[in-house]
């Protein structure tokens, strides 16, 4: 090979290796930007989780979830399927009823067996961990619920605390969903009101 030929290689291929570098800088901004929109994405997701939670409404909670979600609670069969969830947050939260109708924390205070008239709840989370990769994310966090007798009424405060788990996936839509859900608590707070 000419010594000229040669120049002209070396220029050649330093000219792709540094077109290919500055296009993985580029893809990896890119990826670090999507990211980071995922990350944020995910995060709202579970704060519309949480206000779903609190405001005690079934529907707003089951559209977090994909339709296929599972729901793996202590002491508990999985439940599967956004209907059988439907089901279940409908009896607990108490369908289309405000707290002062026993929607909300009381239908859930009877869902364990408790008056809600003699008690006052509170619940107290944590966020822990939120990561997103592809199209699969998960965020954890910790929760403390008390059920605390109103006063004249006799009886211990009833506490559970435990750690949640969401698994998440996005959508063909790009919206992101729960698919499943876990949960751990101590102690079964039924067996906690004996």
């Known amino acids: 090979m000419k010594r000229a030929s040669i120049v002209l290689l070396v220029v050649i291929v330093g000219i792709a290796t540094a077109a290919m570098s500055q296009e993985k800088k580029i893809a990896e901004g890119s990826k670090k930007a999507g990211h980071a929109e995922d990350l944020a994405a995910v995060n709202q997701l579970s ?11 079934p529907e707003l909670l089951l559209a977090c979830y994909a ?7 202590s002491h508990e069969e999985p ?5 059988a969830l439907r089901e279940l947050y409908e009896h607990v939260l108490g369908a289309e009823k405000t707290e002062e109708e ?6 859930m205070a009877e869902a364990i067996g408790l008056d809600p008239e ?36 006799g009886g211990e405060p009833i506490r559970d605390s435990g750690v949640t788990l969401l698994i998440v996936r996005r959508q ?5 969903k729960v698919a499943l859900m876990m949960a751990t608590r101590g102690e079964h707070p039924a067996a906690s009101s004996k």
Do not use: R
């Open 79 to 83: 439940i599967v399927g956004k209907e």
């Open 118 to 153: 003699d008690y006052t709840f509170t619940t107290e989370t944590g966020q822990g961990q939120t990561e997103v990769s592809g199209d699969l994310g998960y965020l954890w966090g910790t929760y403390a619920t008390a059920a605390t007798p109103k006063p004249g009424v």
């Open 172 to 176: 063909e839509d790009g919206a992101w």
């Open 47 to 57: 704060e519309d989780y949480a206000a779903a939670w609190a405001k005690g409404d």
């Open 67 to 73: 339709d296929d979600a599972v729901v793996i609670m």
């Open 102 to 107: 026993g929607g909300g924390s009381a239908a």
